[in-house]
């Protein structure tokens, strides 16, 4: 970190709310109901990307038309926005950081695999929204993480060279689609542990929260 970002781009889930447990066990308890007989660490290794591709991965491609997965997928949905609701607050030191980020005039936007039905639930629950210049989410790309596609329309969004931007994100295909994007990455390690990145090289620091110290060289 030799130099201040010109751009934050913020993955959601598990990065901006500690919430990854809660999926885990929405789809685990879906994936048995539909047959899938799987482990919890097995439902872990296909989380990533649209619930549509996740569903496809596990069961095949025919398995399910597209209405029938969106149907799956939105109660899966219904399901973990009730036994989180609960829980649903930022990551321990994001509010401040966000404020101070939008106060040193950072353009900040939000590039996520969630569907809008989620990221509504969080952002205005939550009174964030107004942080953010973008917000693209899994509706607004052709192609999931680990493609860049998703942070490059971010960047795009918010006029900020690639280059420029640092991803803060919680999953390695996350990390792997930053490094795609030539950006870097700040991760937290809310679901996967630090080894789990071993592969990537645009990592530039591993949070807990948003309270270590090292974001401030960032701002």
Known sequence: MKEKSKAFIFDMNGTMIDDMQYHLEGWFNML??????????QVRGHMYGKNEELLMRIFGKDHFTMPQMMEIAHEKEVLYQ?????HLTLIKGLSEFL????KAGIPMAIGTAANRF?????????????????????EDVASSKPDPEVFLKCAEAIG???SQCIVFEDAPKGVEAAENAKMQSVVLTTMHT???FDAYHNAIAFINDYTDPVLQQLL
């Open 194 to 196: 630090r080894d789990e």
């Open 99 to 102: 404020d101070k980020a939008a």
């Open 82 to 86: 009730e036994a989180f609701r609960p």
């Open 160 to 162: 900020a060279d690639p």
């Open 118 to 138: 989620n990221i509504d639930f969080v952002l205005d629950n939550l009174n964030i929204r107004h942080y953010f210049k973008a917000v693209i989410s899994a």
């Open 32 to 41: 048995q109901r539909l047959g899938a007989n799987l482990t919890k660490e």
